[in-house]
């Protein structure tokens, strides 16, 4: 189940994200995908704020700030990239990654600033996509549609784009 590092395979976690992702159409007729239980989150802390103002907005009027399975997913994933860290042999209890460091020195408020600023805009994407990269990069290439299709392009070329700006990686000739 390991790679080089003790790291988990990746071809075995992608194949378990589509059985995953079979089983979720098969059982809730619904496809998989987190970026609406951010919004649901962020409602329910919302609510407890100004009520009010929470349940006038249009987001909220057709999705209602609760748990549901989206929000349990959210939280499966974190316990999953736990889990597999530790049982990868990859749970390091540090906060900087090494590469991280050598790049951008040992800042542990600039680390979460710019993890957070990066959290925002990848927020903002998901709502401006229609969907997160796993709805439309697991759920939406499954179903072949070709909107998904082109946003998961536009996902790995934006990421190839933002690794070759931060760690400076210059393009292949």
């Known amino acids: 189940m390991s790679i080089e590092g003790g790291a988990w395979s990746p071809y075995l976690v992608g194949a378990l994200i589509g059985v995953l992702s079979m089983f979720t159409?098969?059982?809730s007729d619904k496809p998989l995908g987190v970026s609406t239980a951010y919004g649901r989150l962020a409602g329910m802390i919302s609510?407890?704020?100004?009520q009010p103002h929470t349940d006038s907005l249009k987001f909220y009027q057709d999705k209602k700030p609760k748990?549901?399975?989206e929000v349990m997913l959210t939280f499966g994933v974190i316990l999953g990239a736990f889990l597999a860290?530790?049982?990868g042999g990859e749970l390091t209890g540090s906060w900087i990654p090494a590469q991280w460091e050598a790049q951008f020195g040992d800042s542990l408020s600039f680390r979460l600033a710019i993890a957070f600023a990066?959290?925002?805009?990848?927020?903002?994407?998901?709502?401006?996509?229609g969907g997160?990269?796993?709805?439309?990069?697991?759920s939406g290439t499954l179903q072949l549609s070709v909107g998904s299709w082109i946003a998961l392009a536009c996902f790995f070329a934006a990421g190839v784009a933002t690794a070759m700006l931060m760690y400076g990686v210059k393009a292949i000739p």
């Open 118 to 129: 990066g959290g925002v805009v990848m927020a903002f994407g998901a709502r401006l996509a």
């Open 47 to 50: 609510r407890l704020i100004s």
């Open 25 to 27: 159409f098969y059982f």
């Open 85 to 87: 860290a530790a049982t």
């Open 67 to 69: 748990i549901e399975w």
């Open 132 to 138: 997160c990269t796993s709805g439309h990069g697991i």
